[in-house]
């Protein structure tokens, strides 16, 4: 038996009881044999309290500042959980990320890690002890400064650990049972997959899917690492992401649809009359990018021969709307474009599956599907394993129930997938 | 100007409006010239909450994790702080204890101090920066673990920077105006002191003056740093301690009284029957000090000649009596005695004051005073600067303002002290 990684998310451990219920959990885990690294985030509701806090204090709290004050909540969690532990008679010990060796980049509030030196870690495990680590948190090789890895962070703390360490698996517990071929809120049918590799999880993650955050899964498929995503309240296996399927399945020629994601969070900047001509595109999205702005899909629609000018659409984040519309705005003269449409009416549906590029039928049948649905069509986009669509924002639940069901992805037993609510950091 | 480092309890810091205030009166004194270090402790009951926390989860918390947890309390208020004075456009950056330079040994929850290393505080104050550094905490040398101060933790991370940082003066800021001659919720007449000898405060600590422990007045005279006790409130001038007299007073030969201290938190154990004879008392208080039991003052009664039998009865918290009691019934057999009686319906006055020992007027006058006011005494115990008595605790308010009225402390004007309630850790 070897080391195992658990990470246990803020609705898992959000009060005593919760608290309890996972220390009983990592126990069982010891008892079976294994190490046991437990990665945790901060309780329930903790963060959310501290940032409205600071936000009494200072409208616009500095980074290194508000990085010290969010790493407490972990803090609470961490010495809280090793106590529970202790409690049924193992021991443990609860250690930061940066006693846990969590080094990172300066940047505060959303830092990455660039080396993990868990030393203390290894000596807690051998010396029998159960090891406690703060998710979220590392501190900073240059300035010694408490940092924060922003969202998604302790899942990226619990793969990076399991790297470090060579662990077989990691294990992400979550309030679902682990990632289903749609969002089970919308779609009843949806079904958990038991496997997926990771390319496909990747694409689901960039395209709506909560489960799983890009980040933590491009590290764990970068050094092989097996994720096992599961309910920390049904104790159910869940779904394993790994590059290889455990069951040691052939690759197929034919296409295997993994599952459908949706995204709501999305706003479409339509850049409207732009001159046709080498380097205008890339000036746009310069401009953009100095205002450090992530987009996600690029279109654009083919020049009107008449008048030398096209569109070009491209969807990003709504949070980061204004702050795009601003920039295009000011670099207007420079650029040269006729105007500016602004659309946080869009939502984005998306199919993905291995070969699916090689099977034309596939984009066939979902564009089919949502036609006969009634859905209408805005932007597409496709990559190998993916393709996507912007639609209205009120078509997107009857969109993705439709093209669950035209792939044949729903359920047949009458069971409808089960939702406990909330997510962790 | 020089070097200030000043200490904010938790009442002080008890909500965004509070960190807001303390905010405004650490950038006066770095207006005014002064390099700030700031020591706070953890906002108003986090501690208790986290406390309460760790009751649900464990009903014997580790102190290891315990002390990480609690270290939560301070991380949260300090980061509030920074942010609160950058808001108001002055640079800071807060230190945990670990970060400061605060070395202690391995006594989880009642660590002690055995270095202070403030490279870390002196490059932020040289680089304009305000320092605030969480108070109550600091790392083990040994072990590297995360340890707490315990009671009174605080004030002694301020005295001890300041030492180490050879500040001015030490400012602990609380929620009443000074030291006073008495306890201004007992004696309405009490007077602020404006200036005491430490060596004084010290008798006043051990003797139940709660506004500054006995463990960091300690600390600041053997360091020569003088205090100076004040409110965060009111923002008036407070009460110095010192090793010298600020006004440079020649030292008079008559008694000067610095004030009344009483304390109702201790009980009384007597051992009943001991034979007279050498070793017995030794016995005795080795059996309690192998419990790790402080005790307070002991007083052996003349032996009775027919028996060959005597009494020893001594104080302590009333919070180890249970321990007490078990730890002498454990030695019954080795120590030899006929029983013990328990008492935890005492009181102890006590009068503190400089060249008391040779002025025998004082002691008659004191127990004059508790004789007119109808107060019996049961036990007494004196020092160069003390007298102590034990009382009925029904008498001890009645007696404490005896006394000081008897040594003419009341004060003169018809104000009341002001007390503002709540104490900080």
Redesign the interface.
Known sequence: MGLVVQKYGGSSVAD?EG??RV?KRIVDAKKNGHQVVVVVSAMGDTTDE?ID??E???????G???D??L???E??S???????I??LGHE???FTGS?AGVITDSVHNKARIIDVTPG?IRTALDEGNIAIVAGFQGVSADS?DITTLGRGGSDTTAVALAAALDAEVCEIYTDVDGVFTADPRVVKKAKKIDWINSEDMLELAASGSKVLLHRCVEYARRYNIPIHVRSSFSGLPGTWVSNENPQGDEPVEHAIISGVAHDVSEAKITVVGVPDKPGEAAAIFRAIADAEINIDMIVQNVSAASTGLTDISFTLPKAEGHKAIDALEKAKGTIGFESLRYDDQIGKISLVGAGMKTNPGVTASFFQALSDAGVNIELISTSEIRISVVTRQDDVNEAVRAVHTAFGLDSDSGDEAVVYGGTGR
């Not at 009494?56 to 500095?62: C, L, N, R, Y």
């Not at 961490?78 to 529970?84: F, H, I, V, Y």
């Open positions: 005593a608290i309890k220390a501290l806090l600071a009494q204090v200072s409208p616009m709290p500095a290194r500042e508000f010290m004050l790493t407490a909540g803090r609470i961490m010495a809280l959980l090793a106590m529970a202790k409690n443990a010990q609860s006693q203390r010694k």
